[in-house]
């Protein structure tokens, strides 16, 4: 398999088809059956869907095509959601929802020696490798995980056989490794390549994919002047491709500040962020930069949840987002949380820990259910006219009154952090 490389400002749609052959081109194999990866809509700005629809187009009319979104725990995509990400030209009955609990099969496991070491002791336990059957029954000639490379709070950098593992895999390993990512710090790897959870894919890969027909396809995406721009395409097996695509992502899509911000302000879209879930990356990607004392006001108005299932959402409600070495603690003495570890992981994640505020604005939550997750309110009327978002601009901006915030339009995009800090 021929690897592909291409790093520009921003690339073409004609670029990217051409590049899309090329990759089928250099297989010399005939292909009767191939399965694609995409990500879900909360990814709809990767340009996946666009890269998953060229694929369809090209390779429909000469063997059959199915698309399996790497959904992990989210909800299934709706057929709205599908439409606007892949475009309505490819058949519905075409496309495979991932059924995490019960569509997979375990193929190893990661040993708990490993894990000590990897987590420079704080944890020991063995994880499944589990993944949806359709990646390893044989029926597919050729496997496409399609995605964006992009700083991520639980492996460091997203995509890569994270989109396998998790994004197409089962329990053990989403709550297993996003508990390990928790505990490590959040800090300590966000941006980075070669964390403990990376390496934990990185084993499960080397050890039990390897007979798969499976290849990559990342982009690295610009946000200049509102637009999202293709500035990485690359394809291939092997995991230098996922390396340049790395280092492309962290020129990119990390923002260092020579200051910490005392006051952030980070919009949801609301096709886009549905429950806190998934809209708490604007904690994740902004926490590196916030200023002890700091305020970061999240607008959202489409946040109508905690958890993307009823069980999460559950669990979030009973416990909230009480810092880390609460989590822990009630982690430790509560089995609901035991055997819910990526929600205690995600608990972890959207703590400030005490060192900043955090008020979610959205008018599809009450004040009780917000303050009841350890968040501040305010209600998204008020948010709108103290900050509008039709006005602001992505970092920077001085207010009438002359106060100073800064502003992130999608915190799906990049990771902002005090230089210091990073």
Request: hydrophobic share 40%; glycine share 8%.
């Given at each position: 398999?021929k690897?592909?490389?291409l790093k520009?400002?921003?690339?073409?749609?004609e670029?990217?088809k051409?590049?899309?052959e090329?990759?089928l081109?250099?297989?010399?194999?005939?292909?009767?059956k191939?399965?694609l990866l995409?990500?879900?809509f909360?990814?709809?700005?990767s340009?996946a869907?666009?890269?998953t629809a060229m694929y369809?187009?090209?390779?429909?009319?000469?063997?059959?095509?199915?698309?399996?979104?790497?959904?992990?725990?989210?909800m299934?995509?709706?057929d709205?959601?599908?439409?606007k990400?892949?475009?309505?030209?490819i058949?519905?009955?075409?496309f495979i929802?991932?059924d995490w609990?019960?569509?997979?099969?375990?193929?190893?496991?990661v040993?708990?020696?490993?894990?000590?070491e990897?987590?420079?002791?704080?944890?020991?336990f063995?994880?499944?490798?589990e993944?949806?059957?359709?990646?390893?029954?044989s029926?597919?000639?050729l496997?496409?995980?399609?995605?964006?490379?992009?700083?991520h709070e639980?492996?460091g950098?997203?995509n890569y056989?994270?989109n396998i593992?998790?994004?197409?895999g089962?329990?053990?390993?989403?709550?297993?490794s996003?508990f390990?990512g928790?505990?490590?710090?959040?800090?300590?790897?966000?941006?980075?390549?070669h964390?403990?959870?990376?390496?934990?894919?990185d084993?499960?890969?080397e050890n039990?994919?390897?007979?798969?027909p499976?290849?990559?396809v990342?982009?690295?995406?610009?946000?200049v002047?509102?637009?999202?721009?293709?500035s990485?395409l690359?394809i291939?097996?092997?995991?230098k491709?996922?390396?340049?695509?790395v280092k492309?992502?962290?020129?990119k899509?990390?923002?260092l500040?020579?200051k910490p911000?005392?006051k952030?302000?980070?919009?949801?879209d609301?096709?886009?962020?549905?429950?806190?879930?998934?809209?708490n990356?604007?904690i994740y990607?902004?926490r590196?930069a916030?200023?002890?004392?700091?305020?970061?006001?999240i607008?959202?108005?489409?946040?109508?949840?905690?958890?993307e299932?009823?069980?999460r959402d559950?669990?979030i409600?009973?416990y909230?987002?009480?810092?880390?070495?609460e989590?822990?603690?009630?982690t430790?003495n509560?089995?609901?949380?035991q055997?819910?570890?990526?929600?205690?992981?995600h608990l972890?994640h959207?703590?400030p820990?005490?060192r900043?505020?955090?008020?979610?604005?959205?008018?599809?939550l009450t004040?009780?259910d917000?303050?009841?997750?350890?968040f501040?309110y305010?209600p998204?009327?008020?948010?709108l006219?103290?900050?509008?978002?039709?006005?602001?601009?992505?970092?920077?901006n001085?207010l009438?009154?002359?106060?100073?915030?800064?502003?992130v339009?999608n915190p799906?995009l990049g990771l902002?952090a005090?230089k210091?800090?990073?």
């Amino acid at each position: 398999m021929k690897n592909i490389i291409l790093k520009s400002e921003s690339i073409s749609d004609e670029q990217v088809k051409s590049a899309l052959e090329e990759s089928l081109s250099g297989l010399k194999k005939e292909l009767k059956k191939v399965l694609l990866l995409p990500p879900d809509f909360t990814r709809f700005h990767s340009q996946a869907g666009k890269i998953t629809a060229m694929y369809y187009d090209i390779l429909k009319d000469s063997c059959q095509v199915d698309i399996m979104p790497a959904v992990g725990t989210h909800m299934a995509m709706s057929d709205e959601e599908i439409d606007k990400m892949f475009g309505e030209e490819i058949p519905k009955e075409r496309f495979i929802v991932h059924d995490w609990r019960n569509d997979i099969v375990k193929i190893g496991e990661v040993p708990g020696s490993y894990i000590n070491e990897i987590s420079e002791g704080l944890l020991d336990f063995t994880i499944d490798v589990e993944v949806n059957h359709r990646i390893v029954n044989s029926e597919y000639d050729l496997i496409i995980s399609i995605g964006q490379v992009v700083p991520h709070e639980v492996v460091g950098m997203a995509n890569y056989s994270k989109n396998i593992f998790v994004g197409c895999g089962g329990k053990s390993m989403i709550d297993s490794s996003h508990f390990l990512g928790a505990v490590y710090g959040l800090e300590r790897l966000m941006g980075k390549d070669h964390s403990p959870v990376r390496k934990v894919y990185d084993y499960a890969e080397e050890n039990f994919l390897k007979d798969v027909p499976l290849m990559y396809v990342f982009t690295v995406i610009s946000h200049v002047q509102g637009e999202n721009l293709i500035s990485g395409l690359l394809i291939g097996r092997e995991r230098k491709v996922f390396e340049e695509a790395v280092k492309l992502s962290q020129e990119k899509n990390i923002t260092l500040l020579e200051k910490p911000l005392e006051k952030a302000v980070v919009f949801l879209d609301p096709e886009e962020f549905k429950s806190t879930w998934v809209g708490n990356k604007a904690i994740y990607r902004t926490r590196m930069a916030m200023a002890d004392n700091g305020h970061l006001i999240i607008i959202a108005p489409g946040v109508r949840q905690f958890g993307e299932d009823e069980d999460r959402d559950i669990l979030i409600r009973k416990y909230g987002y009480v810092g880390r070495d609460e989590i822990l603690s009630l982690t430790k003495n509560n089995e609901d949380l035991q055997n819910n570890l990526s929600t205690a992981a995600h608990l972890i994640h959207g703590s400030p820990d005490g060192r900043f505020k955090i008020t979610y604005a959205t008018d599809k939550l009450t004040k009780e259910d917000i303050e009841g997750v350890a968040f501040e309110y305010m209600p998204l009327e008020d948010a709108l006219k103290a900050y509008d978002i039709n006005v602001l601009k992505d970092g920077f901006n001085t207010l009438e009154n002359g106060e100073e915030v800064f502003y992130v339009s999608n915190p799906a995009l990049g990771l902002w952090a005090d230089k210091s800090k990073f």
